[in-house]
């Protein structure tokens, strides 16, 4: 199996019904940065290279339009649809000129369970990177609810995924990176839906994930699950809902792994009673942030 076909998580897309309601505030408080505005869309930033985290689309109602991850070559953009078609997918455009800002050429598919993913190759990077404190600076990784994950999990390691984790509720994929990489990028928990779980967005430290919690807070967002310290990971967490009801997390501290990682299972991920995170801190995610997570579904097919 080609363990080079994907390279990086770079994008999110959402519909939202109201753009500037949903701009405001991932500039003034999840503090994105505008990188673009084309077609009525908005494409948001981070501190990072990536020419943009998040795309704001117009749509009539809150949903997921795509999920967007970075090949390495042309080549892998080809072998990517050629896998997703074998596995179960459907191959909703081969690769082609991406017509939005960054540009470059990708491929997109749709998983056997609506998922919309894309893959994109060449496209422009930033070079104004600069590290700002309580700023995120890439996405960490996008978590999708599965009614039958071991299927879908089946179909992301034919596109070159390989499984760091196994608990009770959740597979933990990662993108095999040289020398080390994110210990996920891509996660499916166990559910009776296919729908958006959550985003999380890479703060810089710790501190930043404290920090932005207490901003969000003090902007009337509670903290919904968090502060804490996931298992698998490792990785630090607050959770919110954001505007549409969309579940999105700051995270840092995510744990490097290479291919010598040795694969967790249910029983090696057990929590002592009432604890959710190693710290032990942390109150069990909330009744709203689950309602949340069972909302957001993926849109039909390609929109605009």
């Known amino acids: ?97 991406v017509a939005e800002p960054g540009g470059g050429t990708a491929v997109i598919v749709r998983d056997p369970q609506g998922r919309i993913f894309r893959f994109i190759h060449g496209d422009a990077l930033h070079a104004d990177t600069q590290t700002e404190k309580d700023h995120p600076i890439r996405l960490a990784h996008a978590v999708m609810n599965s009614h039958d994950t071991p299927a879908a999990q089946a179909f992301y390691e034919a596109l ?53 919690g207490g901003r969000l807070k003090d902007a009337g967002y509670a903290i919904q699950w968090g502060p804490g310290r996931h298992g698998p990971g490792d990785n630090a967490f607050n959770y919110f809902v954001g505007p549409g009801g969309f579940v999105i997390e700051y995270t840092a501290e995510v744990e490097q792994v290479d291919d010598s990682y040795v694969t967790g299972t249910p029983e090696d991920w057990k929590w002592p009673p009432g604890r959710v995170d190693h710290w032990g801190i942390s109150a069990p995610p909330s009744a709203a942030l689950k309602q949340a997570q069972r909302e957001i579904h993926f849109a039909d097919g390609l929109v605009g």
């Open 160 to 212: 070159g995924f390989k499984l760091s984790d196994r608990t009770r509720i959740m597979a933990f994929l990662r993108i095999p990176t040289k020398p080390r990489g994110d210990h996920h990028s891509l996660a499916l928990a166990d559910a009776d839906n296919d729908c958006l779980n959550h985003i999380a967005f890479f703060m810089p430290d710790l501190e930043s994930v404290m920090r932005g």
């Open 1 to 97: 199996m080609e363990t080079d076909l994907i390279s990086s998580l770079r994008s999110v897309e959402i519909g939202v019904p109201d753009v500037a309601a949903a701009e405001q505030f991932y500039t003034e408080i999840w503090k994105l940065k505008v990188a673009a505005r084309a077609g009525g869309a908005v494409y948001l930033r981070g501190t990072g290279a990536d020419q943009y985290l998040l795309a704001l689309l117009p749509s009539a109602k809150a949903e997921m339009r795509m999920v967007t991850f970075r090949a390495p070559s042309a080549a892998a953009l080809d072998a990517i649809a050629d896998k997703a078609q074998a596995a179960g997918g459907e191959v909703l455009s081969r690769a082609a000129p």
